[in-house]
């Protein structure tokens, strides 16, 4: 993601929505363990691009060391299930309360329920993430 721009500025806006909803439900941001989550947050609302980008490839660039995403073995596993309807999805449904758009997460949640049931075969996107952000 940190290699693509326009894969970045749409991370960013993801991570961007759900900290307006997080605002909007007054719940605080607070580092978890061996994750700087308040540098994430203020990299994310308070940074530019050219300076934000290089900081968090460093900060949370390599956190997984060699481990796929959890996402990407989800839709793999072949179970037909995904953890986005628990973290995109609940952006969304919580931004629909407080009256906060989450259009990036929804995009991504709602593409991610599709993949992982077989509605878009798994090779929809596969090293074509134009295709992903022309849905937005």
């Not at 991370?11 to 307006?20: H, V």
């Not at 203020?42 to 968090?56: D, I, N, Q, T, W």
């Not at 953890?83 to 629909?96: Q, S, T």
Request: hydrophobic share 45%; charged share 25%.
């Amino acid at each position: 993601i940190f290699a693509h721009p326009d894969l970045y500025r749409l991370e960013i806006r993801q991570l961007g929505e759900a900290l307006a909803v997080m605002s909007a439900a007054k719940i605080p941001v607070i580092d978890l363990p061996k994750t700087p989550v308040r540098l994430l947050a203020f990299a994310v609302l308070g940074l530019p691009e050219r300076l934000s980008r290089p900081l968090l490839q460093r900060a949370v660039g390599g956190g997984r060391g060699g481990k796929m995403p959890s996402f990407h073995i989800d839709l793999h596993s072949g179970r037909g299930k995904t953890e986005a309807d628990y973290l995109n999805g609940a952006v969304v449904r919580f931004g629909e309360k407080l009256g906060v758009p989450t259009p990036v997460n929804r995009l991504l949640n709602e593409t991610m329920l599709a993949l992982a049931s077989g509605e878009l075969p798994l090779d929809t996107f596969a090293r074509q993430p134009e295709k992903l952000l022309s849905r937005l």
